[in-house]
């Protein structure tokens, strides 16, 4: 294992491990016995199935996600919850999205009570404060680290949903506009190369 600049863990490409289907799953369930379940699991999917970077997700409040006692269709991203500073519209209606908020925010009624508020942070601390950008980091990596991926980062969910999305054919403008990426070979960098699927290709000419 290598690590960036950043401090954080790297594969061997020198870039966060790209996670497949079932080694998601094997985090999930690790995720799910461990303390804080339910908010962990809703941070693993979001970084997972929407792309959403450490800093994103740290900056976002209970009523981005949740209006009239429903899950948003749309998540706004505002400029000042961005890398870029530009706000960006992720669609909330992926099944396992869905499902991860509506479980997390019925837990967090219950633990708030009469203090539950939508100006509330959507993921907070033990100590019942927002994470900053860096703790956020923190808590992915240790999520990964817990589940045996010592190379996976906080990068990892991003990498592996732009390599999931180039590997199903969807179109990379499409692909950068997913990831809130200004340009397509910002986008292009997050691919993993897979010699495996490389193979396969081969073999189907």
């Known amino acids: ?53 450490s800093k994103e997700l740290a900056a976002l409040k209970i009523g ?44 967090r009624r219950i633990e708030d009570g009469l203090t539950f508020s939508v100006d509330a942070p959507l993921f907070r601390s033990q100590k019942k404060t927002a994470f900053s950008p860096n703790a956020m980091v923190r808590v992915l990596g240790d999520i990964y680290k817990s589940a045996g991926f010592n190379d996976a980062s906080s990068h990892t969910g991003r990498r592996s949903l732009i390599t999931k999305l180039a590997y199903a054919g969807i179109d990379l403008n499409s692909v950068r506009q997913i990831a809130g990426h200004s340009s397509i070979s910002t986008t292009q960098r997050y691919i993993d190369d897979n010699p495996h699927r490389i193979a396969d290709i081969l073999k189907s000419i």
């Open 1 to 53: 294992m290598t690590t960036s600049k950043a401090g954080r863990p790297t594969g061997k490409t020198g870039q966060a491990k790209v996670l497949d289907e079932k080694e998601l799953i094997r985090v999930l369930k690790n995720v799910a016995g461990g303390n804080h379940a339910k908010r962990n699991t809703a941070i693993v999917i979001l970084s997972n199935y929407l792309g959403l970077r």
């Open 64 to 107: 981005d996600v949740l209006e009239h006692d429903a899950i948003k269709k749309v998540l706004r991203l505002v400029a000042a919850y961005t890398k870029g500073e530009k706000h960006r519209d992720v669609s909330l209606e992926n099944d396992k999205v869905v499902k991860a908020l509506q479980e997390y925010i019925a837990a």
